[in-house]
Structure formats: C-alpha cells, structure tokens
C-alpha cells in the first residue's frame, strides 16, 4: 500500500468553515489542502466528489477491555477499534482504571491492554478512591506519562464514590496540575437508597435499575459537582450527561460564565425507556447504563441542547457485554453489568439524528464529533482538523448513501446492539487512520500495533485566564476588619 493519497473534489469540511478542495496526504500527515492538486501516478486517489471530507470522529469516553461489576467488557482494544474505525472513528479516550487504588499499576495494565492498539487512542484516569499517595500519582500522571484529565465518582456507593470533601481536594489539584476535572454525576448515598426502596417492593428487573436513580438524582449532583468546582474556580467536565436536570444546570452554569463542559453519549441522545417493560430480560437488560436512559423526552431536549452550544461534544461510553454477562442480573438488576455499545454508530447516528434532520449544520457536525473534543484534550490541530500538518485521520461521507445496523453485521464482538435495525441516511465509505485507507467498499484492513498513543498536554484553553480569574476575586476581598472590646 502506497504512503501517498490524493482525495479529490470533495467538499473538505472544519469547524468553522468547508470548502470543495483536495487533499494530500504523505507518510500520515496530510501535506496540502486546496483545489486542483496535480500528483504522480505512484499515488493513491480516491475520487470524493459529492462527498464530505471530514476529520476522522474523535469518541471522548469508552471502556475496552475493562474488569467491572464482576465482568470484563467484550471489546478490547482492537476489537473495539476496528469497529470504531468501520464507523468513522479514528481516535478515542479511554478511562484507565487503577489497579487497588494505585494509578500507576492501573497505567501499567492498560499500556500492556492497548499494545493490540490499530488506531490513535488516549487515556484519562479515573480516580477510584483519593488519597495523598493518589495525588502525588496525580502528578506524575500530568507531568510524565500524558494524561490531563481525570474521571471522579460521585455515584457507586461502596466502591467508586468520593464524597464532596475529597472531591474539593481532587478539584484543587486538578487545577494546580492543570488538568481537567470529569464527574459521573448521580447522588450515590440516594441511588443507594432508591435501590434499597426497589428491593423493599419486590422490583428486581432491569426496570428497577432506571426506576432507583431518576433524573433528579443526576440533576443534584451535577449542580453540586459545578458549584464546588466553581467555587475553587477550576474547568469540570460532566460526561454522559442524560437527563434535562442535568443539561439544564449545565445550561444556567455557562450563562453564569463557569468553565463547565457537557457531554451527552449517543445512547442518551437517540434511545428513550420504552425498553423498560419489555418482558423479555436480555431484551431490556442490554440497555442497563449508569445513568439510565430516560423518557424520550430528556434525549430530545438533550439533542436541542447540542444544537444550541449548551453540550459541546458527543460521547459514546462505549462499555459492551455480550447476552450471558448482562444475565448475571437475571434475579437482581444491581448485578447487570452497566454499559452499551456506540463506538461504531456514533458518527452515523449523530449524522443522521442531527444533521439529516436539519438540526445542526455540516460543520457543527465535525465540531461536535471531533474537532471540540481535540480543543478540549489539547491535541488540536493534530487532531480534529483537516489542514496542513494535522495527522492524517480522515473520513469521507456519503450523504445519499445509507447505513443500516445490526449485531449480525457490526464489528463490535458483542452479541447484541442497542440500535438493532436503525436505518438512516448519510454513510461512512472511507476511513483513513495515520494516512492508511482502512475502510473501503465495506471491508476494514486493521493491523494490531498500528496505533499510536496520543500524549495529552496539561492547560488546555478551558484555563485561560483562570489565575486573572483568582488573583481578582482575592483582592476584592477586604483586609481583616480591626475589631475592638467596648468596655463599659
Ligand atoms: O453504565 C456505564 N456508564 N458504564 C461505564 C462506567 C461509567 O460509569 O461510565
Ligand atoms: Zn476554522
Ligand atoms: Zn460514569
Ligand atoms: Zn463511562
């Protein structure tokens, strides 16, 4: 295969901006963007007109080969991007789970996991207890090994949860480090209760799972996870935000003008709970995700929020079992391995959901899918952008043509899929991943090892003007008021 590709006459499209342009690519680097590229016949050319030219989805938030609620997810790091690759995805964040607490043993782990690697990926840390050995970890985390972002639990009682004291603290040092706060915002003590309150009235099927943590619970702590960080003045970003209560504190913080980042996931945007009373088990359990997908009006609302700037970005959580794991809760919901799939269909739902439908344009589109997501993580213009100097991560879609999903023809290892049978218009026909063409005509030639670990610098724009920020709000606070004793 040639290290040299022309894509022609296709309409190239940023974030701000498209233009019918060609572009060249050399050695996974693309070399020129403008119109009317003359080549030598020792290069690859594939013809794009009529198509857009776009950079390749960037997923913000997945789990491969990860150990949880007693099950490891079925797609590992090649099974999981190959399937990302056949969707358009080029790059994805993946969450580093520490192994007893230790973030570097947790590293260690995944560096080994994600050597089968055939796409560019990058980790974030999530942080599943707090400590003064896990915040030097921090550091090193920062400072030496790539990752600036890191993932607290205010949810999972028992396990994963912090409360708002450390929290604070996990706050402070994120911003000393420069790094990016991220919280999976549900009330854990109140989930917990709402469990027990379930069990109490004989509700053990997946129903009782949504039923335990309704919106108001996400709603609370999102509120409070954005009010504690705002009162250290430090960025936070909410990943898979679900609910209107949590898209609406979202909302009325960044019309306040606090640095706050919401990320819906594709499952939130798109499904809705009818799959709640399907008497079938499996059939209802394959939807089981913290937090749960609502009523079908909270994904519209949360589609309008998109549109409008309120979220920024679109996740998938990417975090699949197959038919059997998802039984482990057959009795008990609180044992259904939580997670469903989206790593492969995000670029074709969101296409599909939200530009088709005229709710957003084009270019918001790659806004949204990958080039915010760069912005955010500061990989950007490496990633998230087609010009001169970016890596060669390209997709090419065809907005007559069609998609169509299923579990019998995805390419996730996963024996079921939440969006079985959705049709829609807009297709992926091309993905080029480090300047190789590895999705044609509907066949996918990845090669394990091919990727590359993304390294993510500290201080993205989210802290310009943080310390401006601090250093006004303490001078405006008056110097100690002398007081004295009256005596009489
Ligand atoms: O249900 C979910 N979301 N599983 C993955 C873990 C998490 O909280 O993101
Ligand atoms: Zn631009
Ligand atoms: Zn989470
Ligand atoms: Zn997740």
């Known amino acids: 295969s040639s290290t040299k590709l022309l894509i022609k006459g296709g309409t190239v499209v940023n974030a701000h901006e498209m233009e019918v342009a060609d572009v060249y690519v050399e050695d996974g680097i693309i070399v020129a963007v403008r119109p009317n590229i003359k080549v030598g016949d020792d290069v690859t050319v594939l013809e794009a007109t009529g198509k857009f030219v776009m950079p390749g989805g960037i997923d913000p938030h997945t789990h491969l080969d990860m150990e949880f609620m007693g099950s490891g997810t079925i797609d590992d790091f090649f099974s999981g991007q190959a399937a990302a690759l056949a969707g358009g995805t080029t790059m994805h964040i993946d969450f580093v789970i520490p192994v007893n607490g230790s973030l570097l043993s947790g590293l260690e782990a995944y560096e080994k996991k994600s050597k089968k690697s055939c796409m560019d990926y990058g ?23 790539g990752i600036n972002s890191f993932k607290f639990f205010m949810a999972y009682k028992g396990s994963f949860m912090i409360n708002d004291e450390l929290l604070l603290q996990a706050f402070k040092k994120c911003k000393s480090l420069g790094a990016l706060a991220m919280v999976h915002a549900e009330n854990g003590d109140a989930v917990y209760e709402g469990q027990r309150r379930m069990i109490e009235l004989g509700i053990t099927g997946p129903e009782g799972h949504a039923l335990s943590r309704p919106p108001v619970l996400e709603g609370e702590a999102t509120a409070r996870a954005i009010k504690l960080a705002g009162f250290v003045n430090t960025p936070l970003y909410v990943v898979h935000v679900m609910s209107i209560d949590a898209m609406e504190e979202i909302s009325k913080a960044r019309k306040s003008g606090l640095k706050v980042i919401g990320e819906p996931v594709v499952s939130g945007l798109v499904l809705n709970d009818s799959w709640l009373w399907d008497p079938d088990f499996i059939t209802a359990a394959k939807y089981v995700m913290s937090p749960p997908i609502r009523a ?7 589609q309008a929020a998109l549109s409008m700037g309120t979220l920024q970005l679109v996740g998938t959580d990417h975090c699949t079992f197959n038919s059997t794991q998802k039984a482990l809760g057959i009795d008990d919901f609180q044992k259904i391995p939580n997670g469903v799939n989206g790593i492969e269909e995000r670029m074709h739902l969101v296409w599909d959901t939200m530009v088709e439908s005229g709710q957003i344009s084009v270019t918001d589109y790659v806004r949204v899918t990958s080039t915010e997501c760069a912005r955010i993580f500061n990989i950007y213009p490496r990633k998230g952008a087609i010009r001169a100097g970016s890596d060669a991560d390209i997709i090419i879609l065809n907005p007559n043509s069609s998609f169509e999903i299923s579990a019998k023809s995805h390419h996730s290892r996963s024996d079921t899929n939440v969006y079985e049978g959705w ?41 310009n003007g943080i310390g401006k920020a601090d250093a006004k709000y303490l001078s405006s606070l008056k ?10």
């Open 123 to 145: 980790f974030h840390m999530a942080i599943t207890k707090w400590d003064e050995v896990v915040s030097k970890e921090m550091e090193i985390m920062v400072n030496e090994k």
């Open 479 to 488: 110097a100690p008021v002398k007081r004295f004793r009256a005596t009489t």
């Open 423 to 463: 049709r829609g218009k807009g297709k992926v026909e091309v993905t080029i991943s480090g300047g190789r063409v590895v999705w044609l005509n509907d066949e996918l030639k990845v090669f394990p090892g091919s990727g590359k670990y993304v390294e993510m610098r500290p201080f993205s724009y989210l802290f």
């Open 296 to 302: 079908a009006g909270h994904g519209k609302a949360l």
